[in-house]
């Protein structure tokens, strides 16, 4: 290792690159394993915590982000005179519950499961950047399918889709 720590290295890269960056690519730039990232992250996190810092270490799956205390949103909002987005719609909601709960999903599985055309709504959480193509469904009309995105984690707070609460469906639903 250089003459800098692992930590220092830690948050010199997420403060760089404003987005998720795998624990591995980071293990691999600063020359050490992954495990002695994650045990880096783990401290500064709880270091940023216990000082009450305007910024938190976030793992979203097998990454780790720098993002700004959530606490210190509003203040944020008016600061940088950025408008609250609107709110998301009912049937938004929807396909990214069934697109986090049984992704990789399709469109006509969404449809099937709504009872309701949904192309245009999958159209614009895709736009969002709430979900994201996740390749084929090898089937005739090889169907595009759908997955939730690191930015869905961000937007409703979880870590991994681990962090889902459990559904009174689990298991009743099918999608075939």
Do not use: C, N
């Not at 915590?49 to 949103?73: C, H, I, N």
């Not at 962090?163 to 298991?171: A, K, Q, V």
């Amino acid at each position: 290792m250089e003459h800098y720590s692992i930590e220092t290295a830690i948050e010199g890269i997420l403060f760089a690159s404003g987005e998720p960056v795998a624990v591995s690519r980071l293990a691999a730039a600063i020359g050490v394993e992954g495990r002695e990232v994650e045990e880096a992250a783990e401290l500064l996190s709880g270091r940023y915590r216990y000082e009450q810092r305007g910024f938190r270490l976030v793992r979203l799956d097998k990454s780790l982000q720098m993002t700004t205390a959530p606490e210190l949103a509003d203040v944020i909002r008016k600061t940088l005179e950025e408008r609250k987005p609107p709110p998301m719609s009912r049937a938004a909601l929807e396909v990214l519950s069934l697109a986090a709960y049984y992704q990789p999903i399709t469109r006509a599985q969404v449809e099937r499961a709504r009872g309701i055309e949904s192309g245009a709504t999958l159209a614009g959480l895709v736009d969002k950047g709430l979900l994201a193509e996740a390749g084929r469904l090898e089937v005739p009309g090889r169907p595009i399918q759908y997955k939730t995105t690191p930015s869905f984690l961000r937007a409703f707070g979880l870590s991994s889709l681990d962090d889902l609460p459990d559904t009174e469906l689990d298991g009743q639903l099918t999608l075939e």
